[in-house]
């Protein structure tokens, strides 16, 4: 049973930072793309980063180019993404995915995504 537990969501002034972290089993990681999507209250799910199973690819939304950078550590199962300059627009609950198959991507629209998502970490940017 695959299982994708995110932490380290919470409230932040416009302009802070935040981490959030998700560690994965059920799965070997190492073989697995690893995403994070967000979805803003009344808006649709949307994709924000994806990074491949060696970390060598590593994919932005345009609205976080630049300001949120995702990576992996294989040996903890873990992905991350590092968060700065946060913006009001950016408050979500932020969903940690991996594809069904190995060596898969990560696609960008939620709508296509075939695998696993994490129960979800609120991002609240406000002040």
């Known amino acids: 049973q695959v299982q994708l537990v995110e932490s380290g969501g919470g409230l932040v002034q416009p302009g802070g930072s935040l981490r959030l972290s998700c560690t994965v089993s059920?799965?070997?990681?190492?073989?697995?793309?690893m995403g994070w999507f967000r979805q803003a209250p009344g808006k649709e799910r949307e994709f924000v980063a994806s990074i491949t199973w060696f970390g060598g690819v590593t994919v932005y939304a345009d609205s976080v180019k630049g300001r949120f950078a995702i990576s992996r550590d294989n040996t903890k199962n873990t992905v991350y993404l590092q968060m700065s300059s946060l913006k009001p627009e950016d408050t979500a609950v932020y969903y940690c995915?991996?594809?069904?198959?190995?060596?898969?991507?990560?696609?960008?629209?939620?709508?296509?995504?075939?695998?696993?998502w994490g129960q979800g970490a609120q991002v609240t940017v406000s002040s």
């Open positions: 995915v991996a594809p069904s198959k190995a060596f898969h991507v990560v696609p960008t629209r939620a709508a296509t995504f075939l695998g696993s």
């Open positions: 059920g799965l070997t990681f190492s073989t697995v793309a």
